[in-house]
């Protein structure tokens, strides 16, 4: 028996957002908010241009946005989802924490923002 794959996503997804906060003596913080658009193939992972965030180091927030990536991707990527990644991701929205941001809590943001995507997919009122 063979299972028919979809391809994720079916429609446009926007404002899929994300807050990952853990606070104990390794806290984590990750907040951001991702549209899911349709795309003929693959996965494809950009920032809006119009978006900012003040941090500093400067230099960690682009390894923190793809840390995002990497999670929506591999999370898109697991066969129980039973989908076809044909996406382009925008980011639209982030906020980093000096304390507790760091690429592990945006992987997970981005695992989590995937999985509700994957819910809106299959429940349009979401």
């Given at each position: 028996?063979?299972?028919i794959?979809?391809?994720f996503p ?20 990750a907040e951001?908010e ?6 003929t193939?693959?996965?494809a ?15 960690a927030?682009?390894r923190?946005?793809a840390?995002?990536?990497?999670g ?21 929205r982030?906020r ?5 941001s760091h ?6 943001a ?13 429940c349009?009122?979401?």
């Open positions: 028996m063979t299972s794959q979809t391809l079916p429609r446009p997804i926007r404002g899929v957002r994300v807050l990952h906060q853990k606070q104990n003596c390794a806290p984590h913080f951001i991702v549209d899911f658009e349709p795309a193939e693959g996965f992972f950009e920032v809006a241009p119009e978006l900012t965030v003040d941090h500093e180091p400067a230099e927030v682009p923190f946005f840390a995002a990536a990497a929506i991707e591999e999370q898109l990527s697991l066969p129980e989802h039973g989908v076809v990644i044909a996406t382009r991701v925008v980011l639209r982030a980093v924490d000096s304390f507790g690429e592990l809590a945006f992987k997970i981005g695992y989590l923002a995937a999985r509700k995507a994957l819910e809106r997919a299959r349009p009122r979401l």
